[in-house]
């Protein structure tokens, strides 16, 4: 079982940055996928963002690709989403996920309550 709690959403200014938290509980943290997912109003909620434990290997959708950068700190049983260039179209609720084997679809197993980000024009 693995409980996610994300955090370090808020309101910004288009063009400016916000890093997500997300804290796991669980032992076994490192050997799991984790991604990132955002649902905007109206939206179904879509791939943002996974890092794969086995290889360190990342995955973003292409529309944050270049300006989004995914990590983690297995110490610290946490994973970042680091957000620069945000634009309006990237207000959503954004969800931590985990799972041993799914890396980028949508099937995660464990998923976290969500955090805002809204961004301002």
């Known amino acids: 079982q693995v409980q996610l709690v994300e955090s370090g959403g808020g309101l910004v200014h288009a063009g400016g940055s916000l890093r997500l938290s997300c804290a796991a509980s669980?032992?076994?943290?490192?050997?799991?996928?984790m991604g990132w997912f955002r649902q905007a109003p109206g939206k179904e909620r879509e791939f943002v963002s996974a890092?794969?434990?086995?290889?360190?290997?990342?995955y973003y959708a292409d529309s944050v690709k270049g300006r989004f950068t995914i990590s983690r700190d297995n110490a610290k049983n946490t994973v970042y989403l680091q957000m620069n260039s945000l634009k309006p179209e990237d207000t959503a609720v954004y969800y931590c996920?985990?799972?041993?084997?799914?890396?980028?679809?949508?099937?995660?197993?464990?998923w976290g309550q969500g955090t805002q980000v809204t961004v301002s024009s």
């Open positions: 890092i794969k434990w086995s290889t360190g290997n990342t």
């Open positions: 669980g032992r076994t943290f490192s050997r799991y996928n």
């Open positions: 996920a985990a799972d041993s084997k799914v890396v980028a679809g949508p099937n995660y197993d464990y």
